[in-house]
Structure formats: structure tokens, C-alpha cells
């Protein structure tokens, strides 16, 4: 704002003067700028600052976080005791790999810690441009080698990557989008991030199994798991995501949220081919999908979100068409019925047909209502432009039904002893999947001429 006070001498400034000369001393001519800073202290002024500082270790980091609030000369005293070696080691906890303590009380409240501590910071900073608040901060976190990329050797009994990200969320909360697309750009200038990201998604999958796993504890870790608002959560995912293009986005989705060993980490990639999976391999991809989905995600389109789940389908090579079921069915209606609509408008009939058999499948072995597969259908049906288009994708539907059980027998027939059991139990749900479906095709015909 422009001050209204004119430039020249006026009587204004002697007002203020003798206002305050009668309980002062005689007037000064030269402003003491120490003494203003000093007078904003109060009480604390009387402190030497060794004092000062000794009092601060018996508060508590959100006692000191609302002290920096006081005035800008004590938040000067705590970003300076903030840089001192025992304001370092005071507020920098390093209990991270306490293997005990990591899923309990005490795991908990080193996160607590960090987030107060990105409360303090935040408001010590306040004043600060964004650029040097980052540069500051960076200087103070840089000899946390935990908070580091590449920095712990066991990251996975380790909280540090957790306690930075619960750090980073506190600190950058209500910030606008351009600062926190200068947050993400400072973030992988110091993790070296996208030559990283580049060096996975450009390699055979699983030939860098370490890095891999690093970046998925990273980007997790740090960017995505601690937002309460989805809109935050797709605002960071889309920041990872964007730069790459789709068959990337695909790889380094499955990298970030899909299946891994619960023996060492490391991305399972052979999960999606080799058999059929469960609901908890899936999750965390559905879980992605349906974030960047939501209208909240503004830099995706519809189109884009199908494109991609169409080319993690692929990743790292086709999967076995029950775990794209399955995913679609984890996914929510939205994506399920865009995704198969997409199929009927290009002309990919008879492999919408197989997909609409292993949703019924899907139902089956998962207990879902079975009439939900025959709604889904209903509603793909409507995007057929004739009944003739229409006629022969039903067509293909019962086709697909009856191919996939007579290659069901003749596996069973044809197997060993333990593939036999394996098969006839497949056998057995694809055939229940079938005589459930119809079932409740019959009903909704019966009531529909009710």
C-alpha cells in the first residue's frame, strides 16, 4: 500500500513526541533501530541471549512455535537459536530406525515432533520470500541424511522419509499452487528426482530394484501419504506424474502404488501376469486412479485417466484380463463404465464381451452383487449406436462364456495334480459366475414386463 504521509516536515511527528515525552525521556533526534528491535523483546529483553536460549529447552516445539508469533525480534532470536548446534540438536531428532518403537507410541511422536517443528518453522519464515524460506529451511534439514533420497541405508525401517513428508505437509499447508509448484521443482533439484525417475521408467522392470524402491518410499513418503484434502493429494501425484508421458505414467504408477514383496519392498512387476491377484495388490492402484479422476485433479481429462489405465494394463507386459476385473471393479462405477464404454465406441466388441464374463467372475469370487455386472452391462449397451452393434456384442458375451469354459475343461482335463485342483476351482466359479449372471438377467427381464 502507498503511505499517505507527506515526504516534507510536519507537526504529526511532534504530536507522537509529546504524547509519548510525557512518561519519557527528553527526545532523541536519531532513532535507535537495536533499541526499537530490543523494546519488542519485552521482559525478554533484560535476558542475555545465552539465557535466552537456555530458557527455550524447557519448551515444548509448539511453546516455542507460538512464541515466534510475538514479534519479529523474537522470531529473529529463534531462527538464530534454530542454526546453533544445540538448537540443532534439540530440534532435530534422529530416532528414526528404532525398529521397536516404529509402529507404536513413541513412532508417533517423533511424527508429532516434525510436525510441530514445521509449524515453527513456518511461522518464523513467515516474512520471508518463498525461495529463501526453502533455501533456509534446506540448510537446516541438509544434514538429516534420512531425509534424503538415496540417504538411509535401511529405508525401510525407517521413519525419516515419513517424519520429512509430515514435515514438508505442516509447513506448506494453504500455500497457493505456485509456490508449492516452486516447493516440487526445489524437492527434485536437491533429490535429483526426475533423472532418478527417468533411469527406472527407461530400464527393464526390476533391473534397478533398489531405486525403485527408493523412489516409491519417497514419493510416498514425502509428497503424497500425509494430505487430508484429495485436491492436495492429486495436486502432488499430478506434479510426479505430468512431466512423463503415458507409457511412463503407467510404469512409474506401478512403481508408486503397486504390488510389493513383503519380504524386502521390492515391486513384485510378474504379479499381474502370473495368476490371479487379490483386492489388497490392487488397492493402492485403484485408489490412484480414482484420485486423478475426481474433478478436484484439474490437469485430467477423463480421456487421459482411461489412456492411462489402459497402458498400466500393459505394464510390464498384458495382464491376465481377471486382474483388470478386478481393478476396474476396485476403480468405482465412473471409470468402470467409461473405460468399457470407450471399447463399444472403437469398435472392441468382442474384447468388451470377455471383460463384461470377468467382471461376472470378478463378482463371484469376490462376493459382489452380481446384478451390478448386469446393470454395467445394461448401461454399455446404451452406447451401441444400432441394434445390430448392440445384438452382436450380447452375442459375443455368450461366446466368450462358453469359450472360457470349455478352455477351463480341457485344462482340468489336461493338467497335473496340483494344476487340476487350481483349474476345476476356477471351473467351478466361472460356471457359478455364469448361472448367477443369467439369474439375474431373467429377474431384471421379469420385472421389467411386470
Given at each position: 500500500?502507498?503511505s499517505?504521509?507527506?515526504?516534507?516536515?510536519?507537526l504529526?511527528?511532534?504530536q507522537?513526541y509529546r504524547r509519548?515525552?510525557?512518561?519519557?525521556k527528553?527526545?532523541?533526534?536519531?532513532?535507535?533501530?537495536?533499541s526499537?528491535?530490543?523494546?519488542?523483546l519485552?521482559?525478554?529483553?533484560?535476558?542475555?541471549?545465552?539465557?535466552?536460549?537456555m530458557?527455550?529447552k524447557?519448551l515444548?516445539?509448539?511453546?516455542?512455535s507460538m512464541?515466534?508469533?510475538v514479534s519479529?525480534?523474537i522470531?529473529?532470536?529463534?531462527?538464530?537459536y534454530i542454526?546453533t548446534?544445540?538448537?540443532?540438536?534439540r530440534?532435530?531428532?534422529q530416532?528414526f530406525?528404532n525398529?521397536e518403537?516404529s509402529?507404536k507410541?513413541?513412532?508417533?511422536c517423533?511424527?508429532?515432533h516434525?510436525?510441530?517443528l514445521?509449524l515453527?518453522?513456518?511461522?518464523?519464515?513467515?516474512?520471508?520470500?518463498?525461495?529463501?524460506?526453502?533455501?533456509?529451511?534446506?540448510k537446516i534439514?541438509?544434514?538429516?541424511?534420512?531425509?534424503k533420497?538415496?540417504?538411509?541405508?535401511s529405508?525401510?525401517h525407517?521413519?525419516?522419509?515419513q517424519?520429512?513428508g509430515?514435515f514438508?505437509?505442516t509447513?506448506?499447508a494453504?500455500?497457493?499452487e505456485l509456490?508449492c509448484?516452486?516447493?516440487?521443482n526445489?524437492?527434485?533439484?536437491?533429490?535429483n528426482?526426475p533423472?532418478?525417475?527417468?533411469?527406472?521408467?527407461?530400464?527393464?522392470?526390476?533391473?534397478?530394484?533398489k531405486l525403485?524402491l527408493r523412489?516409491?518410499?519417497?514419493c510416498r513418503?514425502?509428497?503424497l501419504?500425509?494430505?487430508?484434502?484429495?485436491s492436495?493429494s492429486?495436486f502432488?501425484?499430478?506434479?510426479?506424474?505430468?512431466?512423463?508421458?503415458m507409457?511412463?505414467?503407467a510404469?512409474?504408477?506401478?512403481?508408486?502404488f503397486?504390488?510389493?514383496?513383503?519380504?524386502?519392498?521390492?515391486v513384485?512387476?510378474?504379479?499381474?501376469?502370473?495368476?490371479?491377484t487379490?483386492?489388497?495388490?490392487l488397492?493402492?492402484l485403484a485408489?490412484a486412479?480414482?484420485?486423478l479422476?475426481d474433478t478436484?485433479?484439474?490437469?485430467?481429462t477423463?480421456?487421459?485417466v482411461?489412456?492411462?489405465?489402459?497402458?498400466?494394463?500393459v505394464?510390464p507386459?498384458?495382464?491376465?484380463?481377471e486382474?483388470?476385473?478386478?481393478?476396474?471393479?476396485?476403480?468405482?462405477?465412473?471409470i468402470?463404465?467409461t473405460?468399457?464404454?470407450?471399447k463399444a465406441?472403437n469398435?472392441?466388441?468382442?474384447?468388451?464381451?470377455r471383460?463384461?464374463?470377468?467382471l461376472?467372475l470378478?463378482c463371484?469370487?469376490d462376493?459382489y452383487c452380481m446384478?451390478?455386472?448386469v446393470?454395467?452391462?445394461?448401461?454399455?449397451?446404451?452406447?451401441?449406436?444400432?441394434?445390430?452393434?448392440?445384438n452382436n456384442?450380447?452375442?459375443?458375451?455368450e461366446n466368450a462364456?462358453?469359450?472360457m469354459?470349455?478352455?477351463m475343461?480341457?485344462?482340468?482335463m489336461?493338467g497335473?495334480?496340483?494344476?487340476?485342483?487350481?483349474?476345476?476351482?476356477?471351473?467351478f466359479?466361472?460356471?457359478?459366475?455364469?448361472?448367477?449372471?443369467h439369474?439375474?438377467i431373467?429377474y431384471?427381464?421379469?420385472?421389467?414386463?411386470?
Amino acid at each position: 500500500m502507498t503511505s499517505t504521509v507527506s515526504t516534507s516536515f510536519t507537526l504529526i511527528p511532534n504530536q507522537k513526541y509529546r504524547r509519548s515525552s510525557r512518561r519519557s525521556k527528553p527526545f532523541c533526534h536519531t532513532v535507535d533501530t537495536d533499541s526499537e528491535s530490543l523494546s519488542t523483546l519485552g521482559n525478554f529483553k533484560a535476558l542475555p541471549l545465552e539465557i535466552f536460549q537456555m530458557v527455550l529447552k524447557y519448551l515444548s516445539v509448539t511453546d516455542i512455535s507460538m512464541l515466534s508469533m510475538v514479534s519479529k525480534a523474537i522470531s529473529n532470536r529463534l531462527i538464530n537459536y534454530i542454526s546453533t548446534s544445540s538448537g540443532n540438536r534439540r530440534l532435530l531428532l534422529q530416532d528414526f530406525h528404532n525398529l521397536e518403537i516404529s509402529g507404536k507410541r513413541e513412532g508417533s511422536c517423533i511424527l508429532e515432533h516434525y510436525r510441530s517443528l514445521g509449524l515453527l518453522l513456518k511461522r518464523c519464515t513467515l516474512l520471508l520470500p518463498t525461495k529463501d524460506r526453502l533455501k533456509y529451511i534446506h540448510k537446516i534439514l541438509s544434514e538429516v541424511s534420512c531425509f534424503k533420497l538415496s540417504g538411509c541405508p535401511s529405508p525401510l525401517h525407517c521413519l525419516g522419509l515419513q517424519c520429512y513428508g509430515v514435515f514438508l505437509q505442516t509447513l506448506t499447508a494453504g500455500w497457493d499452487e505456485l509456490e508449492c509448484h516452486r516447493v516440487y521443482n526445489f524437492l527434485c533439484e536437491l533429490s535429483n528426482l526426475p533423472r532418478k525417475v527417468q533411469t527406472v521408467v527407461s530400464s527393464k522392470p526390476g533391473s534397478a530394484r533398489k531405486l525403485e524402491l527408493r523412489i516409491r518410499l519417497f514419493c510416498r513418503s514425502v509428497l503424497l501419504n500425509h494430505w487430508i484434502h484429495r485436491s492436495d493429494s492429486a495436486f502432488w501425484l499430478t506434479r510426479i506424474l505430468k512431466p512423463w508421458p503415458m507409457v511412463n505414467q503407467a510404469r512409474l504408477l506401478y512403481i508408486i502404488f503397486g504390488p510389493v514383496s513383503s519380504i524386502n519392498g521390492h515391486v513384485v512387476w510378474q504379479k499381474m501376469i502370473d495368476g490371479p491377484t487379490d483386492e489388497t495388490s490392487l488397492k493402492g492402484l485403484a485408489d490412484a486412479i480414482k484420485l486423478l479422476y475426481d474433478t478436484e485433479a484439474k490437469e485430467w481429462t477423463a480421456d487421459d485417466v482411461i489412456s492411462l489405465v489402459d497402458e498400466l494394463s500393459v505394464v510390464p507386459r498384458e495382464w491376465l484380463m481377471e486382474n483388470n476385473a478386478r481393478l476396474l471393479i476396485l476403480s468405482g462405477n465412473n471409470i468402470c463404465f467409461t473405460f468399457m464404454a470407450s471399447k463399444a465406441v472403437n469398435g472392441r466388441a468382442v474384447e468388451l464381451a470377455r471383460l463384461v464374463v470377468f467382471l461376472a467372475l470378478v463378482c463371484e469370487k469376490d462376493l459382489y452383487c452380481m446384478d451390478w455386472a448386469v446393470k454395467m452391462m445394461q448401461k454399455v449397451c446404451k452406447v451401441f449406436s444400432t441394434p445390430g452393434e448392440r445384438n452382436n456384442f450380447l452375442q459375443s458375451v455368450e461366446n466368450a462364456f462358453a469359450h472360457m469354459i470349455m478352455d477351463m475343461l480341457q485344462s482340468v482335463m489336461s493338467g497335473d495334480r496340483e494344476e487340476e485342483d487350481s483349474s476345476f476351482l476356477n471351473l467351478f466359479h466361472l460356471v457359478n459366475a455364469q448361472s448367477n449372471f443369467h439369474k439375474e438377467i431373467l429377474y431384471l427381464t421379469m420385472r421389467s414386463t411386470s
